[in-house]
Nanobody, 115 residues
Framework: QVQLVESGGGLVQAGGSLRLSCAAS????????MGWYRQAPGKQRELVAT???????DYADSVKGRFTISRGNAKMTVYLQMNSLNPEDTAVYYC?????????WGQGTQVTVSS
């Protein structure tokens, strides 16, 4: 059973930083493609940042230059360093893992940026 456990959300003032972490378990072989999505109230879930095939990364235009995705050596942990946060970044952030043609999701962690 694949599980994703996120941590690191919270309340921060505009201009501040947060680091999210996500640890995957239950993946018995191979390396999942992991990334981060977010969903603000009344909006659809959207991609924030993700690893793509070959180790490349992809970012939403709104976070380029401010957010950085990285992963642990075992590639079962993914991080999202978020700098220069603004109120528009307020959302529930979800970790995602793509493995064997399935999508797995974490429970979400709330990020709130006050102005």
């Amino acid at each position: 059973q694949v599980q994703l456990v996120e941590s690191g959300g919270g309340l921060v003032q505009a201009g501040g930083s947060l680091r999210l972490s996500c640890a995957a378990s239950g993946i018995i072989f191979g390396i999942p493609l992991m990334g981060w999505y977010r969903q603000a109230p009344g909006k659809q879930r959207e991609l924030v940042a993700t690893f793509t095939g070959g180790g490349s990364t992809d970012y939403a235009d709104s976070v380029k230059g401010r957010f950085t995705i990285s992963r642990g050596n075992a590639k079962m942990t993914v991080y999202l360093q978020m700098n220069s946060l603004n109120p528009e970044d307020t959302a529930v952030y979800y970790c995602n893992a793509k493995w064997l043609s399935y999508d797995y999701w974490g429970q979400g962690t709330q990020v709130t940026v006050s102005s």
